[in-house]
């Protein structure tokens, strides 16, 4: 069965360090997304991409940068890991014919 | 940018109570969603809704995409302990399938 997986599950880090979550998914599909859920603020857009070598920013970017160098996978990399980053974070994937399918998400502390 | 207003932020009823909850826009969409957040997990689409008027169900839930093309209710029927979790309704825009989402409905069941 197609699916959308995402690693790691949970991991805490410090400040200042660089993190990279992963996402791979195996549905075919175009288009992938990223993002983030806190309290309050339900499920904001950080980056999304509609195909390999495209990606955008989404309302919550600044801080992230994502590429895209094939269909499969769209790595989320934290440059410099901020306290404010602390979150869970979820990778989704879909395209014109399907709504968006979610991973299990990535829980992240930042100390 | 584009805002969902999703009602209510949280209920707590008996089991077997219907339940009803809606997203309202200021933005047209052209396809609205209806996702279900267990803990520790990530959204899981319930219903996709295409056309303005449409009614949609899937076993005891029913969505339906308004009129306007501005809002939409989820109502799940003879609620169970199983159906706690957080609603997300979610507005997909004309270019692309990026969506934006309410703040989620919370639901507790009590048996």
């Known amino acids: 069965d197609a699916e959308i997986t995402q690693s790691p599950r949970h991991k805490i880090t410090e400040t200042g360090r660089q993190v990279t979550l992963a996402c791979h998914q195996t549905?075919?599909?175009?288009?992938m997304f990223w993002y983030r859920q806190d309290l309050g603020h339900g499920l904001r857009l950080i980056h999304y991409?509609?195909?390999?070598?495209?990606?955008n920013k989404g309302e919550v970017s600044d801080g992230y940068s994502v590429s895209r160098s094939n269909t499969e996978d769209l790595p989320l990399t934290l440059e410099s890991a901020a306290s404010s980053q602390t979150s869970v974070y979820f990778c989704?994937?879909?395209?014109?014919?399907?709504?968006?399918?979610f991973g299990d998400g990535t829980r992240l502390s930042i100390l | 940018g584009q805002q969902l207003n999703q009602s209510p932020q949280s209920m707590f009823i008996q089991e077997g109570e219907d339940v009803s909850m809606n997203c309202t826009s200021s933005?047209?969409?052209?396809?609205w969603l209806w996702y279900k957040q267990d803990p520790g997990e990530g959204p899981v689409l319930l219903i996709a809704?295409?056309?303005?008027?449409e009614l949609t169900s899937n076993g005891r839930l029913t969505a339906q995409f308004g009129i306007t093309r501005k809002d939409s209710f989820l109502n799940i029927s003879a609620s169970i302990p199983s159906d706690v979790g957080i609603y997300f309704c979610?507005?997909?825009?004309?270019?692309?399938?990026?969506?934006?989402f309410g703040a989620g409905t919370i639901l507790r069941v009590k048996s």
């Open positions: 933005s047209i969409f052209n396809t």
């Open positions: 549905w075919n599909h175009n288009n």
């Open positions: 991409s509609y195909g390999v070598q495209d990606t």
């Open positions: 809704l295409y056309k303005a008027g």
């Open positions: 979610a507005g997909q825009l004309s270019n692309g399938n990026k969506l934006v």
């Open positions: 989704a994937s879909g395209n014109s014919n399907q709504p968006q399918h």
